[in-house]
């Protein structure tokens, strides 16, 4: 930005996932100019994880680089698009008003909510205690710390099947722990699970409890629970890896927009509209069912299409005479 600490923009975008991006390449494609802020995570979700194989069009492609591409797509259109962390977001008061990490004060005609989600944990204490310590909810960021060891992935979705599979590149041996007897990860991932020689299911068992050491603080292995009779094992390992889901990071408008059970944002059925006018939603914080990148990315784009009619219905698709005034913006 070239002025830090006071900017309006027609549209904010908050987030940069797949629909933050997608949202910044059509609105900029309006004439929207919009300022996409990325968030504590620049590229979203994606930049943790290795092949993508279901973006249409990229047979194979590496999250990251993926990621990087969607970026420099939003950059070319002309969005703006800034490092920083929007930490305090009033959408009670016209134009809207967000507050960065960095200092600088925004406001915003209309804005574009994809903050997506974050992994979630068992919310043990004993996972609090080890976590950074051989407990992790990111393979790609810490599975080369595993070379030659056991490790344990909870879970039975495509994440915990993904980061199972991915972990085999590192450790001797890689053991799948799940609550229930079936897998809820794509047939095509449970296949090639089933088949690697380096991993075993435990089925029908819950972590209780991460064992480990004092000091150093280190994990041994994890107290597993029967979810059939409530017998009790503990299974050795060298690091445990947590993949059961993620939960939207809806926490900036928690208090200002209705949520759905689990903290979604709610929006108006076939649209990206939430309860307030001129604030939208896209991508994984309003979806608890798809949750893919392309649906994001195709949420996304309603998003950009339903701020850019709505801000036409309220005159101000062009900045004119209803746009703020310096003095406006700096009192905001
Ligand atoms: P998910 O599909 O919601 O699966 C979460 C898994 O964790 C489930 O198997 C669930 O067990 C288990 N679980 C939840 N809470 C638990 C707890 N407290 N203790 C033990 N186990 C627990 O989540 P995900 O795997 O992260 O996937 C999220 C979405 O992203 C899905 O739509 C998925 O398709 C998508 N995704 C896609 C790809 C891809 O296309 N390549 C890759 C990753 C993720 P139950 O089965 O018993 O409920």
């Known amino acids: 930005m070239t002025e830090p600490n006071r900017h309006h923009v027609r549209v904010l975008i908050i987030g940069s996932g797949p629909a933050g991006y997608t949202a910044a390449i059509y609105a900029a494609r309006a004439m929207l100019q919009p300022l996409l802020i990325q968030g504590m995570q620049p590229g979203g979700q994606l930049t943790i994880t290795t092949d993508v194989e279901n973006w249409p069009g990229d047979t194979e492609v590496q999250g990251p680089a993926l990621m990087q591409r969607m970026e420099d797509h939003a950059r070319a259109m002309g969005a703006e698009v800034v490092t920083d962390t929007v930490t305090r977001l009033d959408l009670q008061r016209r134009p809207f008003v967000a507050e960065c990490d960095s200092g600088a004060r925004i406001t915003a005609d209309a804005v574009i909510l994809a903050t997506g989600a974050q992994a979630r944990w068992l919310e043990l204490p004993s996972e609090d205690k080890y976590k950074g310590f051989g407990v992790s909810a990111c393979a790609t960021c810490d599975g080369f710390f595993y070379r030659g060891k056991e490790v344990i992935v909870v879970g039975g979705g495509n994440t915990a099947v993904e980061e199972a599979l991915f972990l085999t590149n590192f450790a001797s041996k890689v053991t799948l722990v799940h609550r229930r007897d079936s897998l809820r990860a794509e047939r095509i991932m449970q296949d090639r699970l089933f088949k690697n020689p380096k991993i075993d299911v435990v089925w029908n068992h819950q972590v209780d409890e991460i064992l480990g050491t004092e000091g150093p603080l280190s994990v041994t292995g994890a107290r597993l629970r029967s979810t059939l009779d409530?017998?009790?094992?503990?299974?050795?390992?060298?690091?445990?890896?947590?993949?059961?889901?993620?939960?939207?990071?809806?926490?900036?408008?928690?208090?200002?927009?209705?949520?759905?059970?689990?903290?979604?944002?709610?929006?108006?059925?076939?649209?990206?509209r939430t309860a307030i006018p001129g604030v939208f939603a896209a991508g994984d914080l309003t979806d608890d069912v798809y949750r893919q990148a392309v649906?994001?990315?195709?949420?996304?784009?309603?998003?950009?299409?339903?701020?850019?009619?709505?801000?036409?219905?309220?005159?101000?698709?062009?900045?004119?005479?209803?746009?703020?005034?310096?003095?406006?913006?700096?009192?905001?």
């Open 295 to 332: 649906t994001s990315a195709g949420m996304g784009c309603m998003a950009a299409l339903d701020a850019e009619q709505w801000l036409a219905e309220q005159g101000q698709a062009e900045a004119g005479p209803d746009a703020p005034t310096e003095a406006e913006i700096a009192s905001a």
């Open 230 to 272: 409530g017998s009790i094992t503990d299974l050795p390992a060298d690091g445990v890896f947590i993949a059961i889901g993620h939960s939207p990071s809806s926490e900036l408008v928690r208090d200002q927009l209705p949520l759905r059970r689990g903290g979604y944002v709610e929006v108006e059925k076939g649209s990206a």
